[in-house]
T-cell receptor
C-alpha cells in the first residue's frame, strides 16, 4: 500500500494568484497522477508525472496553467496558475502501486481549492 | 475512445433495501481494468474493487457484489441490505493498461442516499 500526504488540504485564494499543491508518498513510486474534481462532478485526469521526465498532459490541460514538478520518486507538486473562479475544484494526487494487491492506485485526501 | 457511463445520477433507498449501481463502459482494447470507488462526504476516495477484462467471474465481498458482463460492457455493483453508512458517491472507472499505467477514466458518479 501507499500512504499519500497532500498539502494544503484546503485553501481560499484570490483571482490571479497561484497555488502550489504538494503530494508526498511514503514509498518510492514511478507513476504519479494529478486529477481534478470540479464541484459535483467526476474526476478528470490532468497529467501524469514521471520522475526525470516532463509531465504528460491530457487534452484540455496545459503546462502553463498547471505546471508540475517531480523531483524524486516520493514527491510531486502541482501548481494552479493565474487562478480564476473556474479553477475552484478538488485536486487529487494519485500514485500507482507496484505491489501485488488489487488496489493499484492510491489517492491522496485531496486539496479543496476555492477561488474568489 | 474510452468512456464510462453511470446513468443513475442519484439513488435513494431505505435502509436494508438492496440497490444496484449501473456502469457501462466503452473501449476498443481487449486488455483493460475496471474499478469501483466510494467517495463518502468526507471526500476521500475509497477503493472497492479492480477487475481485469479477462476475469468475468462475479465477485462478492460481504454485502457488496459485482456483476461483470463483457457481452453488454457492463460492470454493475450491488449493495445488499444497505446501511446509512453506505451513503456516498460511487464512481466506476476504466483503465487501459496498454502503456503500463493505470490511468483512469471515471464515470460521472452515482450519489447513493440510504435513509434510516
Amino acid at each position: 500500500s501507499a500512504v499519500i500526504s497532500q498539502k494544503p488540504s484546503r485553501d481560499i485564494c484570490q483571482r490571479g494568484t497561484s497555488l502550489t499543491i504538494q503530494c508526498q508518498v511514503d514509498s518510492q513510486v514511478t507513476m504519479m497522477f494529478w486529477y481534478r474534481q470540479q464541484p459535483g462532478q467526476s474526476l478528470t485526469l490532468i497529467a501524469t508525472a514521471n520522475q526525470g521526465s516532463e509531465a504528460t498532459y491530457e487534452s484540455g490541460f496545459v503546462i502553463d496553467k498547471f505546471p508540475i514538478s517531480r523531483p524524486n520518486l516520493t514527491f510531486s507538486t502541482l501548481t494552479v496558475s493565474n487562478m480564476s473562479p473556474e479553477d475552484s475544484s478538488i485536486y487529487l494526487c494519485s500514485v500507482e502501486s507496484t505491489g501485488a494487491g488489487p488496489e493499484k492506485l492510491f489517492f491522496g485526501s485531496g486539496t479543496q481549492l476555492s477561488v474568489l | 475512445a474510452q468512456k464510462v457511463t453511470q446513468a443513475q445520477t442519484e439513488i435513494s433507498v431505505v435502509e436494508k433495501e438492496d440497490v444496484t449501481l449501473d456502469c457501462v463502459y466503452e473501449t476498443r482494447d481487449t486488455t483493460y481494468y475496471l474499478f469501483w470507488y466510494k467517495q463518502p462526504p468526507s471526500g476521500e476516495l475509497v477503493f472497492l474493487i479492480r477487475r481485469n477484462s479477462f476475469d468475468e467471474q462475479n465477485e462478492i465481498s460481504g454485502r457488496y457484489s459485482w456483476n461483470f458482463q463483457k457481452s453488454t460492457s457492463s460492470f454493475n455493483f450491488t449493495i445488499t441490505a444497505s446501511q446509512v453508512v453506505d451513503s456516498a458517491v460511487y464512481f466506476c472507472a476504466l483503465s487501459e493498461h496498454g502503456d503500463s499505467s493505470y490511468k483512469l477514466i471515471f464515470g460521472s458518479g452515482t450519489r447513493l442516499l440510504v435513509r434510516p
